[in-house]
């Protein structure tokens, strides 16, 4: 069974910076892809960065230039920078992969920033 363990939320003020983690029980090029969501009360579920095996990324409109997300493979991890943090922001961010029709996902990790 995979797992996923994101980690790395917390509380931080508008402007500020985050780094998430999300530690992978296998390695992460055993998955088509990697990335991100986030959702906020009374949102749906957004993606909001994705990277795949090749190393290609994508970016959800509002963090591009923001956010930046990257991997390191020796630790089956895969990072997100978050900087310039804004109220917006806030929300449960989960970690995700994907492997043929299987979807994985890390258990969440809080991000409140505050104004």
């Known amino acids: 069974q995979v797992q996923l363990v994101d980690s790395g939320g917390g509380l931080v003020q508008a402007g500020g910076s985050l780094r998430l983690s999300c530690v992978a029980s296998r390695s992460i090029f055993s998955f088509n892809g990697m990335g991100w969501y986030r959702q906020a009360p009374g949102n749906q579920r957004e993606s909001v960065a994705h990277i795949t095996t090749g190393g290609s990324t994508n970016y959800e409109d509002s963090v591009k230039g923001r956010f930046t997300i990257s991997r390191d493979i020796t630790k089956n991890t895969v990072y997100l920078q978050m900087n310039s943090l804004k109220p917006e922001d806030t929300a449960v961010y989960y970690c995700?992969?994907?492997?043929?029709?299987?979807?994985?996902w890390g258990q969440g990790t809080q991000v409140t920033v505050s104004s």
């Open positions: 995700h992969a994907e492997r043929g029709r299987n979807d994985y």
